[in-house]
């Protein structure tokens, strides 16, 4: 299954790079236009870093509310990319040259991964009681980063069986946490060592280009060039992250569908 979800995950992407940026790319442009527009504006305002109360560590109420509009478009975008990526690897359904939907799929969608969120928080939050206590108790403030890596071993496979709900509801065939956790029997590990594999090679090449970047900011017109070229590339490599991960997603409920329809066309014999 390791394989399966790996080879169909790559050909996926690289073999339709066209439709790749279809999806994401109007999305990634809004985003990109809108947090420069939160810069120019909050950015330009004189006493904006502080409150009324002279305090530089809290926060102002413009640049909260232009964090907390960045993060509602994220999740938006997050759905509708997903949603359009997932109707097409199992579907066919080729998005627009402008990809910009948002209607009642998305929302259900962003529902889904809500629930599924605190679903972890609520999995994590006595883990993180508990290696929190025994750090206390043993002096050891290493201890708990070291239990809560432990925990998440083991728990991060069951967690995201849960997240085949979202393919499921991005083609309108919505299924339960239950279901979609007991549709992933086995898939669990397959899904994360596939995902290293795939993202592993990229995340070294976009901490080169961040490398590259630093180097390059010594000033003058080239270096601005330089950057400018290294920007372009990262946001691709975004690009390619993003619907690697869906398609990690999206590969793993093909493989479940499959299983379920097979078992459903030769039930188990009755010894009876």
């Given at each position: 299954?390791?394989?399966?979800?790996?080879?169909?995950?790559?050909?996926?992407?690289?073999?339709?790079?066209?439709?790749?940026?279809?999806?994401?790319?109007?999305?990634?442009?809004?985003?990109?236009?809108?947090?420069?527009?939160?810069?120019?504006m909050?950015?330009?305002?004189?006493?904006?870093?502080?409150?009324?109360?002279?305090?530089?560590m809290?926060?102002?109420?413009?640049?909260?509310?232009?964090?907390?509009?960045?993060?509602?478009?994220?999740?938006?975008?997050?759905?509708?990319?997903?949603?359009?990526?997932?109707?097409?690897?199992?579907?066919?359904?080729?998005?627009?040259?402008?990809?910009?939907?948002?209607?009642?799929?998305?929302?259900?969608?962003?529902?889904?991964?809500?629930?599924?969120?605190?679903?972890?928080?609520?999995?994590?939050?006595?883990?993180?009681?508990?290696?929190?206590?025994?750090?206390?108790?043993?002096?050891?403030?290493?201890?708990?980063?070291?239990?809560?890596?432990?925990?998440?071993?083991?728990?991060?496979?069951?967690?995201?069986?849960?997240?085949?709900?979202?393919?499921a509801?991005?083609?309108?065939?919505?299924?339960?946490?239950?279901?979609?956790?007991r549709?992933?029997?086995?898939?669990?590990?397959?899904?994360?060592?596939?995902?290293?594999?795939?993202?592993?090679?990229?995340?070294l090449?976009?901490?080169?280009?961040?490398?590259?970047?630093?180097?390059a900011?010594?000033?003058?017109?080239?270096?601005?060039?330089?950057?400018?070229?290294?920007?372009?590339?990262?946001?691709?490599?975004?690009?390619?992250?993003?619907?690697?991960?869906?398609?990690?997603?999206?590969?793993?409920?093909?493989?479940?569908?499959?299983?379920?329809?097979?078992y459903?066309?030769?039930?188990?014999?009755?010894?009876?």
């Amino acid at each position: 299954m390791f394989r399966r979800i790996l080879n169909d995950s790559f050909s996926l992407v690289f073999g339709n790079l066209e439709t790749v940026f279809k999806v994401c790319g109007a999305w990634f442009v809004l985003q990109f236009v809108l947090l420069l527009l939160v810069q120019a504006m909050v950015g330009g305002m004189p006493g904006e870093t502080a409150t009324a109360t002279g305090d530089p560590m809290q926060v102002s109420p413009a640049r909260m509310l232009a964090s907390l509009l960045m993060m509602a478009v994220g999740i938006v975008a997050a759905a509708s990319i997903s949603v359009a990526w997932h109707r097409f690897g199992l579907l066919g359904e080729r998005p627009g040259f402008i990809h910009l939907q948002l209607g009642a799929i998305e929302g259900r969608f962003i529902v889904k991964t809500l629930l599924i969120a605190l679903v972890a928080f609520l999995v994590f939050l006595p883990i993180s009681i508990v290696a929190a206590l025994l750090s206390a108790a043993t002096q050891s403030p290493v201890l708990i980063v070291i239990l809560v890596l432990i925990a998440a071993v083991f728990v991060t496979p069951h967690m995201l069986r849960l997240y085949l709900v979202l393919p499921a509801v991005s083609v309108e065939r919505p299924i339960g946490l239950k279901e979609a956790y007991r549709l992933g029997q086995g898939l669990g590990w397959p899904m994360i060592g596939a995902g290293i594999v795939l993202f592993f090679p990229f995340i070294l090449v976009a901490v080169l280009l961040q490398y590259l970047s630093v180097l390059a900011g010594s000033g003058g017109l080239l270096a601005l060039l330089i950057m400018i070229k290294l920007a372009l590339l990262n946001v691709l490599l975004q690009i390619i992250l993003t619907v690697l991960g869906i398609s990690v997603i999206t590969a793993a409920y093909r493989i479940a569908i499959e299983r379920q329809h097979a078992y459903i066309q030769t039930p188990p014999s009755n010894p009876d």
